[in-house]
């Protein structure tokens, strides 16, 4: 559709609709796909004015730059005035968020399956046809370590500003705990990104149930070490479950500021102050009064720092969603590569052909700036140039649109089936 400018509008304003529990129902809202090729900060100036969410953005190639966003509903008349070519990618928000079901506890264990070597069965694979409150989650993760206790343990990387621990686990082989280089994941940077904590804890279930019985599974895991955090940001993730389904930052609050939540994910000291992050408190991509000072932050890198300094770091992944993207470094500049970025290019490429194979899912490959945007102050930059990490990614996952942040739960398992495909891949490759 074409909307016709206005030059001067006021956009009313906008209370959140809540239902009983103090949950913002986003009832009537609408998504937009708005391709736009121009200046940012400005676009971002009138979706302020419209009280509207920014959800994605693409400012890589020039026929495909764009803004997902979601208007409520006392302004659609005010966005509809703007001169812009919108796309409806979804009618109806509160419904979409009604497909994802409810959140479930933990079901339990499932005596049917046993992993060689495990002392406890495994958690029902029931467990991923649902989302789950965070708490469940902590349950969850202890009870993998359980089921796999002579090849785990479980790991803390610091703890959130409201003082949630971040938790996580580490498996290794054969060679034993912390004799092999690491490979280092990230869930839930971003709170509203609910598919990735899940994807990420249905590849480290897969190695677990795999590791006697699958030839790539167990070297994999005989030549490297897993860290893995599926939940890095527990305050914001928390909030999108009681509060705000679509809040994306952690929930740092800071003097002589009302605006609440800091972008964990543009707060790494490296390359922090440069295009792709925000001054503002108030914006999605605000950096932080200085580089570091998240205590999330803080955390997840100094354990990093960590693994590097021992065995090094293979491949760190920085799991997100959504857009369907295979992203190597650079964030913070299109114009600069890794010195080893045509293996990367090769090795994202395959990986991302991988994935297709279970059901057609395309990734769309290439560095972080030039495919997406700029993200100064990025994970993977600072892995990479820092840490010395070999190949540090950040994966966006399903899907390009359609549901966006609030994927139903039936599309939990199938992708998790195609990114372990591509994982598979990436481990017999690098």
């Known amino acids: 559709m074409k ?13 959140a609709t809540r239902d009983r529990q103090g949950k913002e129902t986003y009832d009537g809202y609408k998504v937009f796909r708005v391709s736009t090729k121009v200046d940012a900060s400005a676009f971002e100036e009138q979706l302020e004015s419209l009280a509207a969410i920014e959800l994605s953005r693409n400012h890589g190639h020039i026929d495909a730059q764009h803004f997902d966003i979601a208007v409520p509903p006392e302004s659609l008349e005010a966005f509809g005035a703007l001169n812009y070519t919108a796309e409806v990618l979804i009618e109806d928000l509160a419904a979409d968020i009604a497909l994802e079901g409810d959140l479930e506890g933990y079901p339990g264990v499932d005596f049917s399956i046993q992993a060689d070597q495990a002392a406890a069965a495994l958690p029902s694979a029931t467990w991923f046809n649902a989302y789950h409150p965070y708490a469940d989650h902590l349950t969850f993760l202890t009870a993998l370590q359980a089921a796999f206790p002579s090849n785990s343990e479980l790991i803390t990387a610091g703890s959130s500003f409201e003082k949630r621990t971040i938790q996580g ?18 869930g839930n940077v971003h709170a509203r990104e609910w598919i990735t904590s899940m994807v990420v804890e249905y590849l480290t279930y897969q190695i677990i149930l795999n590791y006697n019985n699958d030839t790539t599974v167990k070297t994999t895991l005989d030549n490297y070490d897993f860290y893995i955090l599926p939940i890095v940001n527990p305050d914001g993730f928390v909030y999108t479950q009681t509060s705000t389904r679509l809040w994306r930052k952690n929930r740092q609050t800071r003097s002589g500021s009302s605006a609440v939540g800091t972008d964990i994910n543009r707060n790494w000291p490296y390359m922090w102050d440069g295009e792709g992050s925000s001054t503002s408190p108030g914006s999605g991509q605000y950096r932080g009064a200085a580089a ?15 693994l590097a300094a021992g065995r090094g770091v293979k491949n760190y992944i920085d799991w997100h969603s959504y857009g369907q993207y295979i992203l190597t470094p650079y964030g913070y500049d299109c114009s600069v590569s890794a010195s080893n970025q045509a293996k990367q290019n090769t090795l994202a490429a395959n990986t991302g052909a991988a994935i297709a194979k279970s059901y057609g899912t395309r990734f769309t490959t290439g560095g972080t700036c030039a495919t997406l945007y700029a993200t100064a102050g990025g994970s993977n930059d600072y892995m990479t140039d820092v840490a010395g990490t070999e190949f540090a990614w950040a994966i966006e996952l399903r899907d390009t649109g359609a549901n966006g942040f609030v994927l139903p739960a039936a599309q939990i398992v199938p992708s998790g089936i195609e990114a372990f495909a591509g994982m598979k891949y990436l481990w017999t490759n690098m």
Not at 177 to 186: R, T
Not at 292 to 306: A, S, V
């Open 169 to 186: 686990i580490h498996l290794w082989g054969s060679g034993g705990k912390g004799s092999k280089p690491a490979i280092y994941w990230h």
């Open 292 to 306: 570091g000072d998240t205590p999330e932050n803080t955390g997840i890198r100094k354990y990093g720092d960590t």
């Open 3 to 15: 909307f016709l400018q206005i030059l001067v509008f006021v956009a009313p304003l906008v209370l």
